[in-house]
């Protein structure tokens, strides 16, 4: 189960790399970073939510438990790859990447995250997983 949930959270990503091009190439400079920035975090929980109803089976929880596992394991996952990566490889200082999580300044980023956590739990239960 975690080497599927591993290949699916990668697919995670690369949905979410797509979604972070599109906004910064056409939601940003048609809408401003603001409303691209809700729009794009809106749009990336929806995709979240969609590919967790496609790998939810593949992947194979067989209760709630695992099912939260999983959304741990994507989590996890998520923080280190924005954080070690936004840092480490695109030299982003800390304050930039926290930035995101300011949800009094309008950043909805949490959503994502959230979404990242319980979509396997709660897709997972929809479709009668376990």
């Keep these: 189960m975690i080497t599927r949930a591993l290949l699916a959270w990668c697919a995670l ?27 794009s975090s809106v749009m990336l929980c929806t995709l979240i939510v969609a590919l967790t ?6 992947i194979g929880p067989r209760s709630s438990a695992e099912g939260l596992r999983v959304g741990t394991i994507w989590l996890g996952l998520t923080l280190a ?22 949800v009094a300044a309008g950043r909805i980023w949490i959503l994502v995250l ?7 739990l709660l897709v997972g239960r929809a479709r009668k997983v376990w």
Aim: charged share 15%; net charge positive; hydrophobic share 50%.
């Design 53 to 58: 109803w496609l790998f939810v089976r593949w």
């Design 81 to 102: 790859f924005e954080f070690g990566f936004g840092h480490y490889v695109a030299g982003k200082p800390w304050r930039e990447l926290t930035a995101d999580y300011n």
């Design 114 to 120: 959230l979404t990242t956590l319980f979509a396997p």
């Design 13 to 39: 990503m690369v949905a979410a790399v797509l979604n972070g091009t599109f906004r910064v190439a056409v939601l940003n400079p048609r809408a401003g970073e603001r409303l691209g920035h809700v729009t």
